[in-house]
C-alpha cells in the first residue's frame, strides 16, 4: 500500500482511493461499482470487497451531476397510525433487494390533507428519485396517469385500470373474496358481514365483487355496514361489529381483509359472547402471521408482502434500464393455504 493511499485512507473514500488499493483505473472500479456487464465478475468481488472496507458510499451530488441519475428509489406510502400493518416488511424487503445495487431506499410519507399526487409530483419536479413505487392503487389513478404521462419510471403495488402500461405486483384479491365465501358457504354460513378494502381502491372492488358473486350463487346475506372498511381504526371496527352482532338476525360469517380489522373482529364477538367455529366463522387475510395467537379458529389467507416488495425493486430497476418494451407484471396466487378448519 503506497503512503498516498494511506493518507488517503483518514479522507473520505473515493473511487480513487478504491482504485489506487486495487491496482486498478478509476473507470474500471467505477464500472464495477455500477455492476456494467463487461467488467468480469472477480474484479466486481474485488472492488466491492475493498468499498465496503472502506466504507465508501458514493457522492450523490457527483453521481447525478456525471448521469443525470439519483441512485435512489422513493417508496411512498401513508402514515398510519396503527402499528399493524404491512409497511415494516414491504420496506424491509424492497431494501433488500436492493443492497446488492448502487441503488438505495428512501421512503417518502404520504401526509394527511395531501393529495395522492402531491408526494408523487414533488418527486418527480425535484428529481429526487430515478423511480417511484406506492400502493392503494385506484382504477383511475392520478399518480399512474401522472407517471405515464412523463414517461417517469415506476411500479405499483396494486393494478390501475392502465394496467398493461405499467410495471405492477398485485394479490388475487378477486380470488380471495371467492374462497373466502364458497368457505363459508360450504360451512353452511348464510349472513356475512363484509370487510373489504376501501372501494376507491381496486384491490377493494375486485373483493367486494367477486364476494357479492358468490353470495348471489349461493343465496347469502351480505352485511355491508355504511363506511366500515379493513383501514378504519380498530376501535371504530369493534364499536360498528358490536352494533352488527347485537342485532337480529345475527350474522354467522365474516370475511375481513386486514390483520388489524381482524383482531377489532375477534373482540367484538368475544363480547357479544360468541364463539368463532361454533357460532360464526372468520376468514381472514394478514400480511404477517400472527392471527393465529389470538384465535386458532380463524380461516386464514395469507398475503406475502416480502415477495412484492423485493420483486418491485426489481421491476423499478428494470423500468429505469428497459428503454420502452415490456413492463413486469405478477399476480400472486394464494400465498398460503388456510392452516385452519
Not at 23 to 36: C, E, F, M, N, P
Not at 68 to 96: K, W, Y
Amino acid at each position: 500500500m503506497t503512503s498516498d493511499a494511506m493518507r488517503n485512507q483518514k479522507k473520505r473514500p473515493t473511487l480513487r482511493t478504491i482504485a489506487q488499493l486495487s491496482g486498478l483505473a478509476v473507470t474500471t472500479v467505477s464500472r464495477a461499482l455500477g455492476d456494467a456487464p463487461d467488467i468480469s465478475a472477480e474484479t466486481k468481488q474485488l472492488v466491492r470487497k475493498i468499498a465496503a472496507d472502506l466504507g465508501y458510499v458514493p457522492d450523490r451530488a457527483g453521481v447525478r451531476l456525471r448521469t443525470g441519475r439519483t441512485n435512489v428509489i422513493a417508496l411512498i406510502v401513508p402514515m398510519e397510525e396503527d402499528a399493524l400493518n404491512m409497511t415494516s416488511r414491504f420496506v424491509s424487503a424492497i431494501a433488500g433487494a436492493l443492497s446488492e445495487t448502487r441503488y438505495h431506499l428512501v421512503v417518502v410519507p404520504e401526509m394527511p390533507g395531501q393529495t395522492l399526487l402531491d408526494p408523487v409530483r414533488y418527486v418527480v419536479e425535484t428529481r429526487s428519485a430515478d423511480s417511484v413505487i406506492f400502493n392503494r392503487v385506484q382504477p383511475q389513478d392520478p399518480r399512474v396517469a401522472y407517471l405515464l404521462e412523463r414517461g417517469f419510471p415506476f411500479a405499483s403495488h396494486g393494478r390501475s385500470d392502465w394496467h398493461a402500461d405499467h410495471a405492477w405486483f398485485d394479490y388475487d384479491n378477486a380470488g380471495f373474496g371467492h374462497r373466502a365465501m364458497s368457505y363459508l358457504a360450504a360451512r353452511g354460513r348464510r349472513r356475512i358481514v363484509l370487510i373489504t378494502p376501501p372501494l376507491t381502491q381496486t384491490y377493494g372492488r375486485e373483493m367486494r365483487d367477486s364476494a357479492a358473486a358468490v353470495a348471489s350463487q349461493q343465496g347469502m346475506v351480505l352485511v355491508e355496514p355504511d363506511g366500515l372498511t379493513s383501514d378504519t381504526a380498530r376501535a371504530d371496527i369493534e364499536t360498528t361489529m358490536r352494533g352488527v352482532l347485537s342485532k337480529h338476525p345475527r350474522p354467522d360469517g365474516v370475511v375481513v381483509a386486514s390483520p388489524n380489522a381482524a383482531l377489532a373482529v375477534i373482540r367484538a364477538i368475544r363480547q357479544a359472547d360468541m364463539a368463532i367455529g361454533q357460532h360464526i366463522d372468520v376468514f381472514a387475510k394478514e400480511t404477517f402471521p400472527i392471527l393465529d395467537v389470538f384465535s386458532q379458529d380463524l380461516k386464514i389467507e395469507h398475503e406475502d408482502v416480502r415477495k412484492a416488495g423485493a420483486f418491485l425493486a426489481r421491476a423499478v430497476l428494470h423500468e429505469i434500464s428497459a428503454s420502452g418494451g415490456s413492463h413486469m407484471q405478477h399476480i400472486d396466487i394464494c400465498a398460503q393455504t388456510p392452516a385452519s378448519d
